[in-house]
């Protein structure tokens, strides 16, 4: 499901936020970030609501004066927000409002495995929406895409 949280999350708060000054270089790593949590038999505390706010608070108190950092380093916690929604991870109630019902994250509901066929039509939605993407802000252009590849900043329109 790498695809589904890169492309998604990327294109969602694109269109929702519209900024030029945001990195969504770090949108697409907060995005993925608690994906390796379940390489390491998780999820844990990237799969809470607590994980994003704690982030958020830490960039908003460290950047402090700073507003250019700010911009950059938000896309982060916004990233870790966007995996939660595209996850679905509200549905698993003990481990989105962790630490509420106890302190063993581990120990919380661990997400259902979602047969190959959702896996594949989350991916292939991925792909289009990676491709949509690569055409709406013109990554396709050479210019365009070092510019992104360099600051995580899209073309101005």
Do not use: C
Not at 23 to 44: K, M, N, S, W
Not at 86 to 100: K, N, V
């Amino acid at each position: 499901m790498f695809l589904w949280f890169v492309a998604l999350s990327f294109v969602l708060v694109a269109m929702a936020f519209n900024s030029p000054a945001l990195d969504y270089r770090f949108v697409i790593a907060g995005a993925v970030l608690p994906t390796g949590e379940l390489l390491a038999d998780g999820p844990y505390v990237l799969h809470t609501l607590l994980a994003p706010f704690v982030v958020l608070t830490v960039v908003m108190l460290a950047t402090r004066g700073h507003r250019l950092i700010r911009r950059r380093w938000l896309g982060f916690p916004i990233g870790l927000f966007m995996y939660l929604v595209l996850d679905g991870a509200w549905l698993r109630t003990e481990l989105f409002w962790w630490p509420a019902w106890g302190l063993q994250v581990g120990s919380a509901n661990l997400p259902q495995v979602k047969p190959l066929v959702t896996l594949i039509a989350m991916e292939v939605a991925g792909l289009i929406a990676a491709l949509w993407a690569v055409r709406r802000y013109s990554l396709n252009q050479r210019q365009h895409l070092s510019q992104f590849a360099k600051t995580g900043r899209l073309p101005r329109t």
